[in-house]
T-cell receptor
């Protein structure tokens, strides 16, 4: 069974540019989460999809962040325009209902 | 909203010693999951606890879920250098779709 895959693994962009991160969850997993870990600190919740619907987006920092989940399959997280404080590792996780969440390898975003 | 607190944030352990990390939720949880993240890696699922008062063991790791399903602990005996990493607990809410809320993690450093 394929795991959660994230693309790209690394991204270095300049302040003001746009970056789009992609997450492909495990097939059949309705729940998809985006998290961010900044500077080795805690894993902070960004948002939670159930299928194609945003169940909870209370963790999204501001309106520069836009997440979508097309047809309840893969998800994208766009940052536009990127700021220096957006640097960090963005993790995606997926799970079935009330089951274990599995994480992708993460995307390390560096904004310079 | 639901908050998950984890202590200590940092644990320096001599090889061979035992240590415990604690996780407390502000609300009753549906279940709790523990993850380990090695430096530079992504969170890897360790275990899920579901029942009130549940205790599970994985070799030198012992996981407990409190009677009120609001707190949990991870105890590691005879620490080894391979135990280095950050241990996260993640509480799942009791609503229909169960958002996972992570604690800040306990970063474990082991000295030989």
């Amino acid at each position: 069974e394929a795991g959660v895959t994230q693309f790209p693994s690394h991204s270095v962009i300049e302040k003001g540019q746009t970056v789009t991160l992609r997450c492909d969850p495990i097939s059949g997993h309705d729940n998809l989460y985006w998290y961010r870990r900044v500077m080795g600190k805690e894993i902070k919740f960004l948002l939670h999809f159930v299928k194609e619907s945003k169940q909870d987006e209370s963790g999204m920092p501001n309106n520069r962040f836009l997440a979508e989940r097309t047809g309840g399959t893969y998800s994208t997280l766009k940052v536009q325009p990127a700021e220096l404080e957006d640097s960090g590792v963005y993790f995606c996780a997926s799970s079935g209902q009330a089951t274990t969440a599995f994480f992708g390898q993460g995307t390390r975003l560096t904004v310079v | 909203g639901q908050q998950v607190m984890q202590i200590p944030q940092y644990q320096h352990v001599q090889e061979g010693e035992d240590f415990t990390t604690y996780c407390n939720s502000s609300t009753t949880l549906s279940n709790i999951q523990w993850y380990k993240q090695r430096p530079g890696g992504h969170p890897v699922f360790l275990i899920q606890l579901v029942k009130s008062g549940e205790v599970k063991k994985q070799k030198r790791l012992t996981f407990q879920f409190g009677e009120a399903k609001k707190n949990s602990s991870l105890h590691i005996t005879a620490t080894q250098t391979t135990d280095v990493g950050t241990y996260f607990c993640a509480g799942r809410s009791t609503d229909s779709w169960g958002k996972l809320q992570f604690g800040a993690g306990t970063q474990v450093v082991v000295t030989p």
